[in-house]
């Protein structure tokens, strides 16, 4: 049996947290278990209540607002501690479609890869703002510089891990974690897929993103990121490559 943990981490999302629990699949196919983790970073509303009423297996208060980084890292805490083999986080907000999570884990199951993202861009966007578009193609864009790989939507709200990348994924900062935590999987080694899913922009309640606030926040910790040292828990193809052409 193969447990598959989805994690939400919340902030003050009573409107929305149960619509996008109730439509999280719980039968995934034979030998899949299904659990879902709600990371409550110190709502001041009814959120922890809504998710433990929409059915949440689990539902684990930070002490105070600590930021989506470190929700994101206590979801993969969780996760691993509650012996996933699987991971999956979607944002709690109901911009990203829960009925999607069967095609986001399908290339992990397959052994295909080690880390999903949710691409927009890839499939399609309803209702995003233009000033929201140009800052995802900025980050996205600098992250493909970086990485020397092309990615379509790194900004996404819609990830998943393998067990071994669960256990691996450092998140740099607690203020966000969409770019340390791509760069940082990817330059350990870990095989990352994009996979085509449906967007549409928030109706209810606010977003926590302030223009100012994330432009000084993510682009120092990016920096950091990317002079950090990692040790690569994956060997890229032309290294088992080349590994195998030695031994033989």
């Known amino acids: 049996m193969k447990k598959i943990v989805v994690f939400l981490p919340a902030y003050n999302e009573e409107d929305t947290v149960g619509e996008v629990i109730r439509e999280v699949p719980r039968h995934l196919g034979e030998g899949l ?3 879902v983790i709600v990371i409550d970073d110190g709502s ?17 208060s930070l002490p105070n607002n600590q930021g989506l980084g470190a929700a994101v890292r206590q979801g993969l805490k969780l996760s691993y501690e509650h012996d996933a083999s699987i991971a999956v986080m979607i ?8 009925k999607q999570i069967p095609e986001l884990i399908q290339p992990i199951l397959d052994g295909t890869a080690d880390y999903t993202m949710g691409s927009r861009f890839k499939g399609t966007i309803q209702g995003m703002r233009l000033h929201r578009r140009y800052g995802n193609y900025f980050f996205t864009l600098l992250q493909s510089i970086l990485l020397r790989r092309w990615i379509w939507d790194g900004q996404s709200g819609m990830r ?10 450092h998140i740099i900062h607690d203020y966000n ?5 791509t760069l940082n ?6 095989r990352m897929i994009e996979v085509p899913i449906d967007y549409k922009v928030r109706t209810k309640g606010q ?13 120092p910790a990016i920096i950091k990121e990317m002079r950090r040292p990692v ?18």
């Open 91 to 98: 944002d709690a907000d109901h911009e990203y479609p829960a």
């Open 207 to 219: 977003s926590f993103i302030k223009f100012k606030a994330y432009m000084s926040s993510v682009l």
């Open 185 to 190: 999987l990817i330059r350990q080694g870990y």
């Open 33 to 35: 278990e299904v659990q």
């Open 44 to 60: 001041s509303d009814q959120t922890v209540a809504v998710a433990k009423e929409a059915g949440a297996d689990v539902v684990y």
């Open 231 to 248: 040790n690569r828990k994956r060997k890229s193809p032309v290294a088992l490559m080349n590994s195998k052409r030695k031994t033989s």
């Open 160 to 169: 998943a891990f393998s067990r071994s990348a669960i256990k691996n994924a």
């Open 177 to 181: 974690y969409a770019q340390v935590l």
